[in-house]
């Protein structure tokens, strides 16, 4: 079943790789969309593919990187678009 999830992952997440390996987890499980830094300190990521490889990204974003301290992962379900052709860190 493919799934759509729009994230938002708070704690000390910038500045320690978290979007760089969140891609590289992504692409590992062949979930498409992408992951930015946003200005408040946290990082905001839209996830697509089937449910159990985004569930899989989303479990990483709830450890994150070593250097990371993640306190919150805010997970929103959304209805599946298909939009996106690969995985990309955006800034």
Same mark, same amino acid.
Request: some cysteine.
């Given at each position: 079943?493919?799934?759509? @999830?729009?994230? =938002?992952?708070?704690?000390?997440?910038? $500045?320690? +790789? +978290?979007?760089?390996? %969140?891609?590289k987890? @992504?692409?590992?499980?062949?979930?498409?969309?992408?992951?930015?830094?946003? &200005?408040?300190?946290?990082?905001? @990521?839209? #996830?697509?593919? /089937?449910?159990?490889?985004?569930?899989?990204?989303?479990e +990483?974003?709830? /450890? $994150? &990187? &070593? #250097? @990371?301290?993640? %306190?919150?992962?805010?997970?929103?379900?959304?209805?599946?678009?298909? /939009? =996106?052709?690969?995985?990309?860190?955006?800034?």
């Open positions: 079943m493919k799934v759509r @999830a729009h994230i =938002f992952i708070s704690g000390r997440v910038q $500045g320690v +790789f +978290f979007r760089a390996n %969140t891609k987890v @992504a692409e590992k499980h062949g979930v498409k969309g992408w992951v930015r830094n946003l &200005p408040d300190g946290r990082v905001e @990521a839209v #996830l697509e593919g /089937e449910k159990e490889d985004v569930e899989k990204v989303i +990483f974003c709830r /450890e $994150g &990187p &070593p #250097l @990371a301290k993640v %306190t919150n992962v805010d997970v929103k379900w959304e209805k599946y678009k298909g /939009e =996106f052709r690969n995985f990309e860190v955006r800034y």
